[in-house]
């Protein structure tokens, strides 16, 4: 079992930044795969990007591409999400998740545990 837990969303102008952490607990969370997902009002919920157990392999969302960055640091067992030049359509829901020992996933079906989520809105 793992259980998630994300902090650090928020509101925040159009260009700005925001840090994303998302705690990990649970035996498994170290050998999973994560991922951060998004879900805009009226939309479905959609990929944005992922990263490796080992940290080494992540894919990102073309909408994000450049603009954000994910991480994660085993020895604390937290993942980051980084997100730089925020723009309007990046307002949301965002959801970390931990996938199973697996590979890397963009697939949200891929995905069995779900943290709360955290809000970010970006003013334009």
């Known amino acids: 079992q793992v259980q998630l837990v994300e902090s650090g969303g928020g509101l925040v102008q159009a260009g700005g930044s925001l840090r994303l952490s998302c705690a990990g607990s649970?035996?498994?969370?170290?050998?999973?795969?994560m991922g951060w997902f998004r879900q805009a009002p009226g939309k479905e919920r959609e990929f944005v990007a992922a990263?490796?157990?080992?940290?080494?392999?992540?894919r990102y969302a073309d909408s994000v591409k450049g603009r954000f960055t994910i991480s994660r640091d085993s020895a604390k067992n937290t993942v980051t999400l980084q997100m730089n030049s925020l723009k309007s359509e990046d307002t949301a829901v965002y959801y970390c998740?931990?996938?199973?020992?697996?590979?890397?996933?963009?697939?949200?079906?891929?995905?069995?545990?779900w943290g709360q989520g955290t809000q970010v809105t970006v003013s334009s």
């Open positions: 998740a931990a996938r199973r020992p697996g590979a890397l996933s963009v697939a949200r079906s891929d995905y069995d545990y």
């Open positions: 649970g035996r498994t969370f170290s050998s999973s795969a």
């Open positions: 990263i490796s157990w080992f940290g080494r392999s992540t």
